[in-house]
């Protein structure tokens, strides 16, 4: 990856808003976009496009002006997501699950807490990463006086290596009590294995993690006082938060593969010898199959910038987040992850159809847009999201908070 770049961003003013944000996502997609596909087959370490991240202020997005973050909100957070998945969709995912863990202290901590880890976390520039993984065993927390332990292992942890804090989620010994802490990465007792090796999203750092009796002060224990869990409606909005960090990293690389398709079919695709014309670019099956696949995307990418919008309101007011405007909201959220499914895969399978043969080479590195759609949107099933949106309209029924709804 080219190192020019984020020399410049280290020198270059801030953004002073949230346009400024964008076109900001945009340089550092230009920069993770002229080797992508290169980067994808060596499956490395991603240090340097962190750093990358870093650089360019992309880290601290969400964080207080007062102690170096940009102070942006949600709806300018996902656009981010979506133009860096454009580029890349792994370091989309990774960035996406930063701006979450970063603001999961806000939706569980005291404001004590939380206040403290965002000044923290915007003067460090630190990156996030997250040991929750719902679908294996839960990690044991012993209550040792003024301290926990947390013991355990956990299939995925994204971001692993490359984060400097590590969310970690587990339940406390003897009750039925999940225990949220923010600790370094380099905790004694915490063991990052270098074992992720999908099809897809191949530089997300996502390998498993082995907790070894990882301490942790009660004082860092997320939302707890005195030993005791503070529990609000906000802190349940984890899930449908996430999941729009899902689609918009699903919507942005779907952007990118239509985007690199249509410059190889103006560059470099043939027309088809019967079919009567001399350019790839007038075949009308060609101009029709861009112009559907783009009408869909266009339609999604409406969708996702309104349930943005609506969440917004949710995080301007958490105090006042009931338990039916929580649901309303997932039910929401669900609608657009069912479609952003849908529509990203559809795309990244028939950019082939409009670009030729010799596109399948793995020189080009088109196939690297369907493999990361396809491994990231297999994380819990769009049937379940279409069952909760069904339900509300024939029963009006609400989602119940659960680690995927």
């Not at 019967?274 to 790839?280: I, K, L, S």
């Not at 379940?384 to 309209?393: A, D, L, N, P, T």
Request: aromatic fraction near 10%.
């Amino acid at each position: 990856m080219s190192t020019a770049a984020p020399a410049d961003f280290k020198t270059a003013p801030a953004p002073k808003d949230a346009e400024g944000w964008l076109v900001r996502a945009a340089e550092v997609a230009a920069v993770l976009a002229t080797d992508a596909a290169a980067r994808d087959k060596a499956a490395a370490t991603p240090y340097a496009e962190v750093q990358l991240l870093k650089d360019s202020g992309l880290v601290t997005l969400l964080g207080p002006v007062e102690h170096g973050g940009a102070g942006q909100d949600w709806p300018i957070a996902y656009r981010v997501v979506r133009e860096v998945a454009k580029a890349d969709g792994s370091i989309g995912q990774l960035l996406g699950y930063h701006y979450l863990w970063n603001w999961a202290a806000r939706l569980v901590a005291t404001r004590e807490q939380w206040e403290h880890v965002e000044a923290e976390a915007a003067r460090n520039q630190w990156f996030f990463g997250g040991a929750v993984n719902p679908r294996d065993q839960d990690v044991v927390v012993k209550d040792e006086g003024d301290t926990l332990t947390f013991t355990g292992r956990k299939t995925f942890s994204t971001g692993s290596k490359v984060s400097d804090v590590t969310v970690l989620e587990g339940v406390l010994e003897g009750t039925d009590d999940h225990v949220f802490a923010i600790v370094p990465s380099d905790s004694e007792g915490l063991t990052f294995h270098d074992d992720w090796d999908n099809i897809g999203q191949r530089l997300t750092e996502s390998g498993g993690v082995t907790l070894d009796a990882v301490r942790v002060p009660w004082s860092a224990a997320a939302g707890y006082v005195d030993k005791r869990f503070q529990p609000r409606v906000y802190n349940t909005l984890n899930v449908p938060t996430i999941q729009l960090v899902f689609v918009n990293f699903y919507l942005g690389i779907a952007a990118g593969a239509l985007e690199t398709a249509a410059t190889y079919t103006r560059t470099k695709s043939r027309a088809w010898l019967h079919g009567g014309h001399e350019h790839a670019v007038d075949e009308p099956y060609v101009i029709d199959t861009y112009g559907d696949l783009t009408a869909k995307l266009w339609a999604a990418e409406a969708l996702a910038d309104a349930v943005a919008a609506e969440g917004q309101k949710l995080h301007d007011d958490p105090d006042a987040v009931t338990e039916q405007a929580r649901g309303e909201f997932e039910v929401r959220v669900a609608a657009v992850k069912a479609r952003a499914t849908d529509v990203a895969l559809e795309i990244t399978n028939r950019i082939f159809e409009v670009t030729g043969a010799r596109a399948t080479a793995s020189a080009e590195g088109l196939d690297r847009f369907w493999r990361n759609v396809r491994t990231h949107t297999l994380h819990d099933p769009v049937a379940y999201k279409r069952r909760e949106i069904g339900r509300h309209v024939l029963t009006g029924e609400l989602p119940q908070p659960t680690w995927y709804s």
